[in-house]
C-alpha cells in the first residue's frame, strides 16, 4: 500500500503516513477499535467504548510528524488533572543577562548580606523566575560548602596528633636535604 499524499509504502496497517504523517482511510477499518477500558466495579470490564481515531493537523509545509499527531492527540483525549495552585503569578520572565549573573554572584558573595539576599531572591513572591532558580543553586552550593569544611575541621581535629607529626617529620626531612 502506498500513501495517497506522498507516495510512500506503507507497510503493516498504520494510521498514518510515516513520511508526511498523513491519515490513511483503510487502515483504520482494518485495524481494531480501541477501548478506554471502563471498569463497572462487579464483573470487571464493562463493554469497551470505541476511542475515536486521532487526526494529524499538517504544520504550514504539509509535513508532519505523524509518532508527534498521535501522542498530541491522544493527551488531548486524556482528562486533564486541576491545576496547581501556586502563591505567585506566573508572568513570564525575562532571561537573565551575563552582566545580571555577575552582579548577583558578586551580590552574593557579601559574607552575611549574601546569605540574606539569597534567602530573600530564592523564596520572595515578585522576584524573576531566573533569578529565583539562580538563587537557590546559590543557597544550595552554599550549603555543600558549609558542610565540606565542617566535615573538613572535623577530621583535622580527629587526627590533629597524626597531621602534626607528619608535618614535623616532613620538616626534619627537609633539614636534611638541605645540609
Request: aromatic share 10%; glycine share 8%; charged share 15%.
Amino acid at each position: 500500500m502506498n500513501c495517497p499524499t506522498c507516495g510512500n509504502p506503507i507497510e503493516g496497517s498504520s494510521a498514518f503516513c510515516t513520511n508526511c504523517g498523513a491519515k490513511l482511510d483503510g487502515a483504520n477499518e482494518a485495524a481494531p477499535a480501541q477501548t478506554d477500558g471502563a471498569f463497572d466495579g462487579e464483573s470487571g470490564y464493562s463493554d469497551p467504548a470505541p476511542v475515536p481515531a486521532p487526526a494529524p493537523k499538517p504544520a504550514s509545509g504539509g509535513y508532519v510528524n505523524a509518532a508527534a499527531a498521535v501522542n498530541q492527540a491522544q493527551r488531548q483525549q486524556r482528562p486533564h488533572a486541576p491545576a496547581k495552585s501556586r502563591k505567585r503569578d506566573m508572568a513570564p520572565c525575562r532571561p537573565i543577562s551575563t552582566w545580571g549573573f555577575v552582579w548577583r554572584t558578586l551580590l552574593f558573595m557579601i559574607p552575611v548580606l549574601g546569605l540574606v539576599l539569597m534567602f530573600v531572591f530564592a523564596f520572595a513572591n515578585g522576584i524573576n523566575e531566573n533569578s529565583r532558580s539562580y538563587a537557590r543553586s546559590a543557597l544550595i552550593l552554599t550549603l555543600l560548602f558549609a558542610i565540606i569544611v565542617i566535615a573538613g575541621a572535623v577530621l583535622c581535629y580527629i587526627y590533629a596528633p597524626q597531621i602534626t607529626n607528619w608535618f614535623a617529620q616532613l620538616a626534619e626531612n627537609l633539614q636534611k636535604l638541605a645540609h
